[in-house]
């Protein structure tokens, strides 16, 4: 399969966090087979840099030569070049293979270790001319340019100052300033672009500058222009974020894999949900747990904050003579009644990730006893108004228990027909569990 290639000349962290690392994660999540130069070794975790080892200049320069004697590299990016030295071997030798750069100026690590000796800062700035795009943060657009930035009017004004030193284009990344949103600056020597996104309150992130400038850098390998490119990042840099790695006991590091991870999510729910319904399908005896207004089923996907994370039948499970019958197919945000069950069991363990209801009788409640599950219920007499019946009633059965049961029921009430919901980890897991519950219950002599 043949796909862009793109090149990181850049330091090593060896908490994997950023650099090298977060460079090549980036290119593989976005579909670029990622190349690596690198200049310096840290070592580094989550709390702070405590030794660098450069690489020499003439082995950085060997690292360049190699890699484009025998790969198609159009597009490099830079991050820790931490020497004037081996700031001008890269100079001289992307030039030479003519590598189109995209400039990320890094000058301290999210821990607030120098990462850029304070002599080589006029060879950085050198190094600007051959850029395509430079990506400072507020920080380093200060440094580069000499000004106090606090707004993004200022934002504005160094932008232009850096444009002087020679990029193509300048991008200065607004997540130092303060307030509810994040704006991210382009200045290409022509006009002033603006991409705005609600920030995230994340505290503490580690790799987010490597990530930006490595996801631009990929999609316009990909032969995206730069504003598309841009926006595609901030969507990325944005889902990273949102799904931050707990690892570590310091800063959190960006997860690059996120939207690879959600979508891989996704296509396991449905085929989750679709496998438990078509053995549902299968089984007669589970004819019989199927209360009037149908069975549906559920997952959620990881952290799922509302109904359009959850997949269910776009249909029910019904009787039809003596067999399940099948009237729908798995769709996100169908299922509001089990969508809400399983919604609300999620946020109190993530591990409860799927619901489904059967009919309500005493005995299906005790032979759920008796297979070892622990029961939960609620009144609806007892509902306060204005709320969403299934989260008040989960929820109430959740506080009542202290965790989540693995069956909630409830008797009904005034047009609404008794239930039993089964909770577990997955669809399938809960399929298995109502087809024992109505082979149990057929072999009971009032069945």
């Keep these: ?105 890094v000058m301290i690590s999210a821990t607030g270790h120098p990462l850029l000796k304070e002599d080589a800062v006029d060879a950085l700035i050198g190094l600007l001319g051959q850029a395509e795009v430079v990506t400072p943060n507020i920080p380093e657009a200060q440094k580069l340019s000499g000004m106090r930035i606090n707004s993004v009017q200022t934002m504005e004004k160094a932008a232009k100052a850096i444009y002087k030193m020679g990029p193509a284009a300048v991008l200065i990344k607004g997540g130092h300033l303060k307030g509810k949103t994040v704006t991210e600056l382009l200045y290409d020597g022509k006009k002033i672009q603006k991409f705005e996104g609600e920030r995230i309150e994340a505290g503490a992130i580690h790799g987010t500058g490597c990530s930006f400038s490595s996801a631009i850098t990929a999609e316009l390998a990909k032969g995206e222009q730069l504003k598309d490119a841009i926006l595609k990042t901030k969507k990325f840099i944005e889902s990273s974020i949102e799904a931050r790695l707990e690892v570590g006991k310091g800063v959190q590091p960006v997860n690059q894999m996120s939207q690879l991870y959600l979508a891989a999510e996704r296509g396991h729910a449905m085929d989750d949900v679709w496998s438990a319904a078509k053995l549902l399908r299968e089984s007669r005896e589970f004819a019989k747990l199927i209360p009037q207004v149908g069975t549906n089923i559920a997952m959620a996907l990881p952290g799922a904050k509302d109904l359009s994370e959850i997949v269910g039948l776009s249909g029910r499970i019904v009787r039809v003579g003596e067999m399940p019958h ?122």
């Design 1 to 105: 399969m043949k796909i862009p290639c793109a090149l990181t000349i850049a330091g090593s962290d060896s908490g994997g966090g950023a650099g090298i690392q977060a460079d090549l994660k980036t290119f593989s999540a976005l579909g670029v087979h990622g190349l690596s130069v690198i200049t310096a070794l840290t070592a580094q975790n989550t709390r702070g840099v405590f030794g660098i080892l450069e690489i020499s200049p003439e082995f950085v320069g060997k690292q360049i030569a190699v890699v484009a004697s025998d790969f198609d590299v159009e597009l490099a990016k830079t991050g820790m070049l931490s020497s004037s030295v081996i700031i001008n071997i890269v100079k001289k030798k992307t030039k030479k293979h003519g590598m189109r750069l995209v400039v990320d100026p």
């Design 326 to 447: 099948l009237t729908g197919f798995p769709e996100w945000g169908i299922s509001r009644h089990v969508g809400n069950i399983v919604l609300t069991a999620h946020r109190a363990d993530t591990r409860i990730r799927a619901a489904m209801n059967v009919k309500y009788s005493p005995e299906i409640v005790k032979i759920c006893e008796r297979m070892g599950l622990i029961i939960g219920k609620f009144d609806r007499s007892e509902e306060p108004t204005k709320v969403r019946t299934m989260v008040w009633g989960t929820e109430h059965a959740i506080r009542k228990a202290g965790f989540v049961p693995d069956v909630i029921y409830d008797k009904g009430g005034e047009g609404k027909e008794p239930m039993v919901r089964l909770l577990g980890s997955s669809p399938l897991e809960l399929a298995a569990r109502a087809v024992r519950i109505a082979e149990n219950l057929a072999n009971t002599k009032d069945f």
